[in-house]
């Protein structure tokens, strides 16, 4: 079986096509600058322009579609959030055109959402029955809600299997929050952010990659999920147990919410927005997590440095 990923060169596309390829699959990335080196089959798109190799879905049997501009690379000014939005849109438009098409074999697509579409949530318990955190003045809600009626067509219009996992807080050492998070921690210098209230969900990297392969093998997944930890966690407690897991203190008060917004602009969303995403669902379809629980996804990481 083949598996086209976009957006292959990120966090989760780079151990995405790790594990698809030592579990049998052959992968090949979708990307605007293919790689000479890389150790897959690379096919060129600029969904920015609507080009794209007209071998590339036809190569298919799934696709993960994971391509979209990272939103904490810098702050949101008004042309980098067009370039958060319409990197999203502009990829799924395009591989909505080529699927139209007739010629491919490609039997489910996978199009990667956040738990961001539900807004600031504070306490409450969110599923998937949870309506977005609408009006549109959330941003990041605005761009998951957004990015999944970008995808919706693939299912309603052309009838192929399509799955929308609204993922958390993606840990892994190799990027995303988690280094940025340890690091003051490591120096001594840790502390929760804003009230340290707010909910983080999260997920371990090699879950999240193996609840997409779930996906992909089983015609069972439809429709929405949320890929996420049984486990979700207040910031405060997350700074805690990553203080604990690295053997350090914990010695300074909080980080006000006002001195982050002012360092941050609207950017500072990420950090303070209160999400308890609900994993019942993904639980009641059968997958089972490898690292359920906080602590042990954080040792996974970190047991062999302290």
Partial sequence: MKVLITGGTGLIGTRLAEMLIDSGY?????????????????????????????????????????????????????????????????????????????????????????????GDAGDALLTEQTP???????????????????????????????????IGVVLSTAGGALPQMARPVKLGAGAALGSGQQYMSWIHLDDICRLFITMLEDEHWRGTYNAVAPGPVTNADFTKALAEVLHRPLLLPKVPAFGLKLALGEM??????????????????????????????????YEKDV
């Fill in 26 to 118: 052959e992968v090949a990335l979708l990307s605007r600058e293919p790689a000479k080196s890389s150790h897959y089959r690379s096919f060129r798109w600029d969904p920015s322009h609507g080009g794209i190799d007209p071998a590339a879905v036809p190569y298919a049997d799934y696709i993960v579609n994971l391509a979209g501009s990272s939103v904490s690379d810098g702050k949101w000014t008004d042309e980098r959030k067009k370039e958060i939005m319409t990197s999203r849109l502009g990829g799924l438009a395009l591989l909505r055109r080529e699927l139209a098409k007739p010629g491919h074999h490609v039997q489910a697509v996978i199009s990667a959402s956040a738990i961001g579409v539900y």
């Fill in 132 to 166: 977005p955190g609408l009006p549109t003045d959330d941003f990041l809600a605005d761009v998951a809600h957004q990015w999944e009626l970008a995808a919706e067509p693939i299912a309603t219009e052309l009838g192929i299997r399509l799955v929308i996992p609204r």
């Fill in 268 to 301: 500072s969303d990420i950090v303070l927005a209160s999400q308890r995403v609900s994993a019942a669902k993904v639980l009641g379809q059968g997958f089972r997590f490898e690292f359920p629980e906080l602590n042990g996804a954080l040792e996974s990481f």
